[in-house]
């Protein structure tokens, strides 16, 4: 799914596929170009974040299927970023639908 996709989605204001070292390969939206290869970076990792604390309740807990996580959201009062694989978003919360990005989201990281 190309990023024009999930940028015309309501309320989205940047989206971009980066690599695992947190490198932009693509990006679409309004954010500068400095401040997309920082949302990467930052993508990148709270991913790396996310992975070592699910390793942590798997190790703890004895309970499967905590890995691998299927993405992650940080949300503020006004602008929520997420996260599926190494595809990363902004969008203001009033005006779009959280399900229907990570939707999108998920259906592009696994093109």
Same mark, same amino acid.
């Given at each position: 799914?190309?990023?024009?996709?999930?940028?015309?989605?309501?309320?989205?204001?940047?989206?971009?596929?980066?690599?695992?070292?947190?490198?932009?390969?693509?990006?679409?939206?309004?954010?500068?170009?400095?401040?997309?290869?920082?949302?990467?970076?930052?993508?990148?990792?709270?991913?790396?974040?996310?992975?070592?604390?699910?390793?942590?309740? &798997? @190790?703890?807990?004895? =309970? %499967?299927?905590?890995?691998?996580?299927?993405?992650?959201?940080?949300?503020?009062?006004?602008?929520?970023?997420?996260?599926?694989?190494?595809?990363?978003?902004?969008?203001?919360?009033?005006?779009? &639908? @959280?399900?229907?990005? =990570? %939707?999108?989201?998920?259906?592009?990281?696994?093109?």
């Amino acid at each position: 799914m190309p990023l024009r996709k999930i940028l015309v989605l309501d309320g989205v204001t940047a989206v971009c596929r980066f690599r695992d070292d947190g490198v932009v390969m693509e990006a679409e939206g309004l954010l500068a170009s400095d401040l997309i290869d920082h949302l990467a970076k930052f993508a990148h990792w709270y991913r790396r974040m996310v992975s070592g604390n699910i390793d942590l309740m &798997s @190790l703890f807990s004895q =309970m %499967r299927g905590w890995s691998p996580s299927q993405g992650w959201v940080v949300q503020g009062v006004t602008t929520t970023v997420c996260s599926v694989g190494n595809m990363v978003c902004v969008f203001e919360n009033a005006e779009g &639908s @959280l399900n229907e990005v =990570m %939707r999108a989201l998920r259906e592009a990281a696994h093109e």
